[in-house]
């Protein structure tokens, strides 16, 4: 009998709701999902997306960036208190703040972001926002291997949403988070089984070629 292969370690950070991370929880529930979630942290205390974690018995930290001398400070804490779990891969999921490029040097490739609009369009915290305002037809989300700038990174997956004529932004924003929630699930689940690749601006999963 094969030994079943460890699950990839799942650091998942919030600022909110926290229904994607709820997504993942669930997900990992399964076996064959082949990930765990092994920490939730979060730039906000009180967040329902901390307890979340909490019910499902996962340990949580909060580094609160007001609590901090320095924006570099604040991201060390952050960064040593994700190390500390040992991630295979970083979830950033409604994390409202940027991380440093210290931060994703430590965790190469492996921190992922997920996003509410169809990049490269909409980047920032506007995405349902600034389509709706902009008059498109479509919309949706995506998921992306963190870089240096706001929502450029290079595209994992992506859900194409259809805007609808009466929509506000929350009824947008809700409509896109159902779609965002599956697709972030299964691209998170096929970087635990099968490895990403990243070359330039492709991503690929599965484990590297060269
Ligand atoms: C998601 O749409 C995410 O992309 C955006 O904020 C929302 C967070 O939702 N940045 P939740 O906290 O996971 O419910």
Same mark, same amino acid.
């Given at each position: 009998?094969?030994?079943?292969?460890?699950?990839?370690?799942?650091?998942?950070?919030?600022?909110?709701?926290?229904?994607?991370?709820?997504?993942?929880?669930?997900?990992?529930?399964?076996?064959?999902?082949?990930?765990?979630?092994?920490?939730?942290?979060?730039?906000? &205390? /009180?967040?329902? *997306?901390? =307890?979340? !974690?909490?019910? +499902? @018995? %996962?340990?949580?930290?909060?580094?609160? $960036?007001?609590?901090?001398?320095?924006?570099?400070?604040?991201?060390?804490?952050?960064?040593?208190?994700?190390?500390?779990?040992?991630?295979?891969?970083?979830?950033?999921?409604?994390?409202?703040?940027?991380?440093?490029?210290?931060?994703?040097?430590?965790?190469?490739?492996?921190?992922?972001?997920?996003?509410?609009?169809?990049?490269?369009?909409? &980047? /920032?915290?506007? *995405?349902? =926002?600034? !389509?709706?305002? +902009? @008059? %498109?037809?479509?919309?949706?989300?995506? $998921?992306?291997?963190?870089?240096?700038?706001?929502?450029?990174?290079?595209?994992?997956?992506?859900?194409?949403?259809?805007?609808?004529?009466?929509?506000?932004?929350?009824?947008?924003?809700?409509?896109?988070?159902?779609?965002?929630?599956?697709?972030?699930?299964?691209?998170?689940?096929?970087?635990?089984?099968?490895?990403?690749?990243?070359?330039?601006?492709?991503?690929?999963?599965? =484990?590297?070629?060269?």
């Amino acid at each position: 009998m094969s030994t079943p292969p460890t699950p990839a370690r799942l650091v998942v950070l919030v600022s909110g709701a926290g229904t994607n991370l709820q997504a993942l929880l669930d997900a990992c529930e399964d076996p064959a999902y082949g990930a765990r979630v092994v920490g939730v942290g979060s730039d906000r &205390p /009180g967040v329902e *997306g901390l =307890a979340r !974690a909490e019910r +499902h @018995g %996962v340990p949580t930290f909060v580094k609160q $960036l007001g609590q901090f001398d320095t924006r570099d400070h604040w991201d060390l804490a952050m960064r040593r208190a994700v190390a500390g779990f040992e991630p295979d891969l970083v979830v950033l999921a409604g994390f409202m703040k940027l991380v440093s490029e210290e931060f994703l040097a430590e965790f190469p490739g492996r921190v992922v972001n997920t996003h509410p609009a169809l990049s490269p369009s909409f &980047p /920032g915290t506007r *995405g349902p =926002a600034d !389509a709706l305002e +902009h @008059g %498109v037809k479509v919309t949706g989300a995506t $998921l992306f291997v963190v870089d240096g700038g706001v929502d450029t990174g290079p595209i994992v997956a992506q859900v194409a949403v259809p805007v609808a004529d009466d929509d506000d932004v929350d009824s947008l924003h809700e409509r896109i988070k159902a779609a965002e929630r599956a697709m972030l699930v299964d691209a998170v689940g096929r970087i635990a089984r099968e490895g990403l690749s990243v070359e330039g601006r492709k991503v690929r999963f599965g =484990a590297p070629t060269t």
